[in-house]
């Protein structure tokens, strides 16, 4: 089975999302990912906007600040990139987000018929359908409990981590950028525009 896997966080930069596929650590994080059990490249990937809005929230070991998260419920846009993936692969990527090895498959059943499925606790444990393309499911994952999530401002080499992926997958440039982070809960007040403009302007810092 094959689903479209919408990523709307560091994952909008497909340099950054194939180490959870291939293995191997991400420009200015400090975690090795093992990679799936099925290494091979999306078969296709595109821009997509969801209803909901992204907010900065958690501390992230891996990245030292506050990570990217989906609130389905919140007003606003959310600008995501989507991979064609296999269920498995869609597994593999979900299980290294959440810090465990991978190895197990999902059970989509649920969410595929209920459009949402909270698998644990966990940051990134809640399953979210969120659309169809090309007939087949469109998946995300968040947090199961967006409302109380402690917001925290991300680093800069999260920052143009995404900046990055959003030039790449919507064609946005500087100005565009700056404005869409700044509408994200948890951006300010650790970063204003002058700052995020610097910090996204830039490669990706290690």
């Known amino acids: 089975m ?3 896997y919408a ?5 909008l930069s497909r340099e950054r999302f194939l180490t959870y596929l291939r293995g191997g650590r991400p420009t200015g ?3 090795t990912y093992p990679g799936a059990r099925n290494q091979a490249g999306p078969e296709d990937d595109c821009p997509l906007t969801l209803p909901g809005q992204v907010f900065f929230g958690w501390h992230s070991p891996t990245w030292g600040g506050g990570i990217a998260f ?3 419920d919140s007003a606003g846009a959310t600008l995501a990139r989507a991979y064609l993936l296999t269920d498995q692969q869609f597994a593999d990527v979900a299980a290294q987000e959440m810090h465990r090895e991978p190895g197990a498959d999902l059970d989509l059943t649920h969410v595929l018929r209920d459009t949402r499925h909270d698998t ?3 940051r990134y444990e809640s399953l979210h359908l969120v659309g169809e393309l090309d007939g087949r499911p469109v998946l995300t994952f968040t947090t199961p409990e967006p409302a109380v999530l402690q917001r925290n401002s991300p680093t800069a080499a999260y920052l143009t981590t995404i900046a990055a992926g959003l030039r790449e997958s919507h064609g946005l440039d500087v100005e565009a950028i700056v404005d869409y982070l700044l509408e994200c809960p ?3 007040p650790a970063w204003d525009r002058d700052a995020l403009h610097r910090a996204v302007s830039g490669p990706v810092r290690s």
Do not use: C, E
């Open 70 to 72: 989906y609130d389905a």
């Open 2 to 4: 094959q689903v479209w």
């Open 7 to 11: 990523s709307y966080g560091s994952n």
């Open 186 to 188: 948890g951006v300010a």
């Open 29 to 31: 994080a400090t975690r």
């Open 120 to 122: 644990g606790p966990g």
